[in-house]
């Protein structure tokens, strides 16, 4: 038996035919394109779509903000520019851990914390506050991003807020676990914390550690003071707990008390006082008192002293003239 074949190439062209006649497109090869293609359609991606394949040293965390996973930061570009500022705080980051902030030497920008600007070195920033980064160009001034720092104890935080493109993974209280929605936290309450917070693009998470104290520093004094807060005595005061801090006014000049570090102090000298006690989560207490003037142990020593020298004096001249009149 013989076995005819047809032509292959009449057979493929009748078939590529009859599916252009239906309307089908079959491919289509791009030889000039050279970027990543739509993993559904096939299709290329525009050069506003950033794919974050396995390969890819970048993911897209919000807008044109990335995290580089060679640097392990987050980097935020300057538009018409190849500057770029690089920092471990994404915008809108409660964190406990110091930050980082640099940039390309063609970006000129500026951090301030709770409104001061921040001068000198920027790679450790560790003091508790809001903190904005702000670009300082001509013709592009303009924020950037924002982040906060708190210390291991803090009254700043009555709402945890997951940043755009996080979302909240876990949350232990008090060493027991809360169920929370996955965006905000309701941190109103006393207590120790732990959110961990995720970040979609990434995988990465981050966590906040922190202990929520609103309960005000309080001094217990010792002296006899009346209903007007005045004493004839020195101020004995205690209670000073470890990261207490005194800003103490006399007659509105800022001075020291006498600290004995062992949580106790006195303030000796006369005076019309105000006295504000801080504690390390940022709460504050302010007392007002007088101290009238009064006579101490050494006041009335060096009083003493000084009659005894007058007494001395007046002895001397009395027995000068004495010998005057004699002679």
Same mark, same amino acid.
């Given at each position: ?79 018409? /520019?190849? +500057?770029?500022?690089?920092?471990? @705080?994404? $915008? =809108?980051?409660?964190?406990? %851990?110091? #930050?980082?902030?640099?940039? *390309? ?48 104890? /803090?009254? +700043?935080?009555?709402?945890?807020? @997951?940043? $755009? =493109?996080?979302?909240?993974? %876990?949350? #232990?209280?008090?060493?027991? *676990? ?150």
């Amino acid at each position: 038996m013989k076995i005819k074949y047809k032509r292959p190439a009449r057979a493929l062209l009748a078939v590529l035919l009859l599916l252009a006649l239906a309307g089908g497109n079959v491919f289509a090869i791009n030889t000039t394109y050279n970027g990543y293609l739509d993993p559904v359609t096939g299709l290329p991606l525009d050069s506003s779509t950033d794919y974050t394949g396995a390969d890819s040293s970048r993911a897209i965390v919000k807008d044109n903000v990335y995290y580089d996973w060679n640097l392990h930061c987050f980097v935020y570009p300057i538009a018409g /520019t190849l +500057g770029e500022i690089y920092t471990d @705080a994404a $915008d =809108g980051m409660i964190l406990g %851990d110091p #930050v980082s902030i640099s940039a *390309t030497d063609d970006v000129s920008f500026s951090v301030y914390r709770d409104g001061e600007e921040v001068t000198g070195d920027l790679s450790n920033l560790n003091q508790p506050g809001s903190y904005v980064v702000s670009l300082k160009q001509a013709g592009n001034n303009r924020r950037m991003f924002a982040f906060t720092l708190v210390g291991s104890r /803090t009254n +700043g935080i009555h709402t945890f807020r @997951a940043p $755009d =493109g996080f979302y909240i993974s %876990d949350v #232990v209280k008090d060493e027991e *676990t809360l169920y929370t929605d996955r965006y905000s936290l309701d941190m109103e309450l006393e207590g120790d914390y732990t959110v961990q917070y995720t970040c979609m693009s990434t995988d990465i998470s981050y966590e906040l550690s922190t202990t929520i104290d609103r309960t005000p520093p309080t001094l217990s004094f010792k002296g006899k003071m009346d209903e007007n807060n005045r004493m004839r005595s020195a101020l004995l005061f205690e209670g000073l707990e470890r990261g207490d801090t005194i800003y103490l006014l006399r007659n509105g000049e800022q001075v020291q008390p006498v600290l004995n570090g062992d949580g106790t102090g006195a303030i000796y000298d006369s005076g019309n006082y105000i006295m504000r006690v801080y504690d390390a989560a940022g709460n504050m207490t302010e007392y007002t008192f007088t101290i009238l003037m009064y006579f101490n142990a050494s006041s009335l020593a060096f009083f003493a002293l000084v009659l005894a020298v007058i007494i001395a004096v007046i002895v001397y001249v009395l027995r000068k003239r004495r010998k005057l009149k004699i002679g």
